[in-house]
T-cell receptor
Framework: AQKVTQAQTEISVVEKEDVTLDCVYE???????LFWYKQPPSGELVFLIR??????QNEISGRYSWNFQKSTSSFNFTITASQVVDSAVYFC??????????????FGTGTRLLVSP | DTEVTQTPKHLVMGMTNKKSLKCEQH?????MYWYKQKAKKPPELMFV???????INESVPSRFSPECPNSSLLNLHLHALQPEDSALYLC???????????????FGPGTRLTVL
């Protein structure tokens, strides 16, 4: 079975602090895809990044960076110099065939990030 | 442009009402999805339409009835709902419509449904 674990339920930081959101996944697929989505209070899920299982290069996009380590089945997300607008629920997700026979997006339980001024 | 639109934003309905949720995308995507999200939980897949045909139904009760009139539109017809069906209903689309699609899903803003 495919599974995504986000052990951090809620994180509170003060603006300008760096914060890392953890994501650990389980899958038997050799080919799979990992995603991060942001869900602000408005409700829309905003796509942040997609990474395939063969590409372990870390990625940086502005204040966001992602660390993919296949050896530990982790895909962690770091926000540098956090801002109040970063306050949201962040979901890590895995797309793979698994036992179902079709591609399905499996979400973690989400991490709520609160950034205070 | 990665916009998926949903109407209405909010909906309150009684258990005997019939209502519909609408979703639209103009990105030329061939797969569209309905998800249900309860408070403080991740989204749960309900239905997948691939090339305008229903390809996945995640054992959703028949009081939820999806419809895909064309490749840009997706509806969710609601009838005889229960209070526990109150949730945020999210629509998404992705470029590829195949069952093996690994394409990124882009989500709409959702409809917050309250069933009284």
């Amino acid at each position: 079975a495919q599974k995504v674990t986000q052990a951090q339920t809620e994180i509170s930081v003060v603006e300008k602090e760096d914060v890392t959101l953890d994501c650990v996944y389980e899958t038997r697929d050799t080919t799979y895809y990992l995603f991060w989505y942001k869900q602000p209070p408005s409700g829309e899920l905003v796509f942040l990044i997609r990474r395939n299982s063969f590409d372990e290069q870390n990625e940086i996009s502005g204040r966001y960076s992602w660390n993919f380590q296949k050896s530990t089945s982790s895909f962690n997300f770091t926000i540098t110099a956090s801002q109040v607008v970063d306050s949201a629920v962040y979901f890590c997700a895995l797309s793979g065939v698994g036992d179902t026979g079709f591609q399905k997006l499996v979400f973690g339980t989400g991490t709520r990030l609160l950034v205070s001024p | 442009d990665t916009e998926v639109t949903q109407t209405p934003k909010h909906l309150v309905m009684g258990m005997t009402n019939k209502k519909s949720l609408k979703c639209e995308q103009h990105m030329g995507h061939r797969a569209m999805y309905w998800y249900k999200q309860k408070a403080k939980k991740p989204p749960e897949l309900m239905f997948v339409y691939s090339y305008e045909k229903l390809s996945i139904n995640e054992s959703v009760p028949s009081r939820f009835s999806p419809e895909c009139p064309n490749s840009s539109l997706l509806n969710l017809h609601l009838h005889a709902l229960q209070p526990e069906d109150s949730a945020l209903y999210l629509c998404a689309s992705s470029q590829d419509g195949g069952s093996s699609s690994t394409d990124t899903q882009y989500f709409g803003p959702g409809t917050r449904l309250t069933v009284l």
